[in-house]
């Protein structure tokens, strides 16, 4: 029978993750093994506050379902995550290794960040007589980044060396861009370079060495350049970078041998990491001699961000241009069917059962929600290349069975999400693409706040066609009121002309409405409005519009579409008779209706062709007065 093993991450290093992986697929292959790999990532929003909702992706998972676990639990850093795993690990009572961060009740493998830099350091001093170093880290607080400036400090002592604390530094990140700025900054025309520099870990020692090009600083020979990661762009570098291997791979190989060992028992273990020389710290080092192939490398990563960029950019567009949520749901799923380079060849873009009913959600912001509950949509699946239709999955399930297949798999799951609202997910099947460059992140981002623009839209979109409702509402009758005749009558007129269909207008007026005001009171005249303007809506067809002309005066205005020729101005007053005869009122309530008929092709306006209905309506008035 199949195993599976759930892996729970952050993806912000890139590298080690990269590595970390490389190191599973070498351990499960041939052994029928499916590594599921639920990774996250936490971000500071605009407003200051650290997002950590991507970590919901660990809700998906039910522990009992694999057969081990693997936290990359230093790369998760939060406490109160880690906790909350830890305990639903132990209760599941499934083989469970945390990596680089010890767990209570679990087996640790970690790797030995201390022992390649104290043998890197006395490398610099014993072979290439360094004595001055200066020391760069990030403000990051992870174990591996303390033992690696204690193997620092303790080769210095060693040796008899004072440590220089002026030339350590800790700066706001250990990013690329984040250590260019700040070596750009210090290294000044004065100021004294150190003989090296140690960097705690490659994407600092590439920054400095670019500065270092920069200005003119040969390395080796003006200054020595150290790293730390083994980062695949060292090697090939000119100068190349001096750094250390942190066998990411071996503890990744060892961890997966570690849970089917058959050893119940949480135990400790450190795989050591090596010092890799290479031209930046002075030794000779066979580099790469091939410019070019450095160069399309370079330009090959370039052309795929700038697509993947693009894709991003098209994703927005299906959700601003959608009209509503058939439109949206037909566009995501044609559009990822053509074009999914970076989703793989196999993925399923999930939703909550209830996510259409979220997306015309008028609220103005979603509440908290962590959840997936317990079915999820597929909106988009792709499965061979091959587009399949949208089905419901028992969240429980986590992929489609046609997605499961014979031999090892790595499935990756993303979560989508805004702020602290949890949508749905992302799964795709044998592709670490998401994994480069933090695609990953930027494609959850970017696909959540997609939803929440269409949802804010669609909101927005609501509130103006309830404030146009409430603009052109005469309160009293429930008619439209003379700003609806501007806002909505006009239109409809002009489209039925457009359209070649004739325009039906009814005009109603109450007859004997002052006599029912002087001696009944404003409150019988009140009555009187809404007895006959209800008499006319529950009688016209719904889709016509029903206007309060004046105070007593009503205007209807149809069209000749399924209008068989109805005689309404008799049907209103039917309708009204019934309405009256059951409420004894101490007056006589009727009114004078007069029609006209406007074809698509008259000439007339609304304006004049209310006149006219006017005009109709008013000698049967003439008449009822005479009669009355």
């Known amino acids: 029978m199949k195993k599976k093993i759930a892996v ?79 305990q639903k690990i132990l209760k599941a009572g499934i083989p469970a290794i945390t990596i680089n961060k010890a767990l209570t009740g679990l087996s640790c493998i970690r790797v030995d960040n201390y022992t390649g830099l104290y043998e890197m350091m006395e490398h610099m001093i014993k072979v290439h007589g360094i004595k001055n170093f200066a020391y760069v880290s990030g403000h990051e607080t992870s174990i591996d980044i303390a033992e690696r400036y204690k193997a620092f400090r303790t080769a210095l002592a060693d040796n008899n060396i004072t440590i220089d604390t002026s030339q350590v530094y800790t700066i706001d990140s250990a990013e690329y861009h984040c250590a260019y700025n700040f070596f750009e900054e210090l290294i000044t025309s004065d100021y004294k370079l150190p003989e090296a520099f140690i960097c705690a870990n490659d994407l600092t020692a590439l920054a400095l060495a670019k500065v270092a090009l920069d200005k003119g600083i040969k390395i080796p020979d003006q200054l020595k350049i150290v790293g730390y990661d083994d980062i695949p762009i060292t090697s090939v570098l000119k100068p190349s970078i001096s750094t250390v291997q942190n066998n990411t791979e071996q503890v990744a190989i060892e961890a997966v041998n570690r849970l089917f060992s ?29 410019e070019n192939a450095i160069m399309l490398d370079s330009l090959d990563e370039s052309y ?16 601003t241009e959608a009209v509503d949520v058939f439109t949206l749901l ?6 990822f069917a053509k074009s999914h380079f970076y989703e793989g060849s196999d993925f ?17 912001n979603l509440p908290q929600n962590l959840s997936y509950g317990n079915q999820v949509q ?3 699946s792709v499965q061979n290349n091959i587009k399949y239709p949208r089905e419901m999955l028992n969240t429980r399930d986590l992929i489609p069975e046609k997605m499961k297949s014979e031999g090892s798999n790595i499935f990756l799951f993303l979560p989508i999400y805004h702020h602290s609202y949890v949508h749905g997910y992302f799964v795709t099947k044998n592709n670490l693409e998401m994994i480069n460059n933090h695609y990953g992140y930027l494609w959850t981002r970017n696909f959540g706040s997609s939803i929440e623009d269409f949802r804010k839209k669609n909101m927005y979109k609501q509130m103006s066609q309830q404030y146009l409702r409430l603009s052109t509402r005469d309160a009293l009758s429930g008619m439209l009121n003379r700003q609806g005749l501007e806002k909505l009558a006009k239109p409809f007129f002009a489209q039925n002309k457009k359209t070649g269909l ?14 029912i005001n002087d001696q009944f009171g404003h409150l019988h005249g009140d009555l009187a409005v809404k007895t006959v303007s209800a008499a006319v809506m529950e009688t016209v067809p719904k889709n016509w519009l029903c206007i309060r002309y004046g105070g007593d005066e009503f205007l209807v205005v149809g069209n000749s579409k399924g209008y068989n020729g109805d005689d309404y101005c008799l ?9 009256t005869q059951v409420m004894h009122l101490p007056y006589n309530l009727s009114v004078s209706v007069g029609t006209y008929n406007v074809p698509s092709q008259s000439p007339l306006s609304l304006e004049e062709a209310v006149e006219n209905v006017d005009s109709l309506m008013y000698s049967q008035k003439q008449e009822f007065h005479r009669n009355n």
């Open 8 to 86: 729970l991450t952050c993806g912000w290093s890139t590298y080690f993750v990269q590595a970390f992986i490389n190191g599973l697929i070498k351990a499960t292959k041939d052994k029928n093994i499916d590594v599921y790999l639920f990774t996250a990532y936490n971000y500071t929003e605009y407003s200051g506050f650290l997002n950590y909702t991507g970590f919901s992706i660990f809700n998906l998972i039910h522990y009992e379902d694999f057969d081990g676990v693997i936290v990359l639990s230093d790369l998760i850093g939060n406490a109160r995550i880690l906790e909350k795993e830890r």
């Open 262 to 290: 058959g050893d119940e028992e949480a135990h400790h273990l450190k795989i050591k990491s090596k010092p890799i020389y290479r031209s930046s710290c002075g030794c000779k080092y066979d580099e790469i001699k091939d």
């Open 304 to 319: 795929k961000k700038e697509k993947f960029d693009r894709q991003l950019e098209r994703v927005g567009e299906i959700f």
């Open 330 to 335: 037909t566009n995501v799923d044609s559009y």
């Open 348 to 364: 399923c873009i999930f939703m909550k059962s209830d996510w259409t009913s979220i997306l015309i959600n008028s609220s103005e």
């Open 378 to 380: 597929s909106i988009s």
């Open 502 to 515: 004739t325009t039906v207008l009814f005009f109603v007026d109450i007859n004997k409405m002052k006599f």
């Open 571 to 579: 049907k209103i007053k039917e309708r009204l008779s019934q309405k």
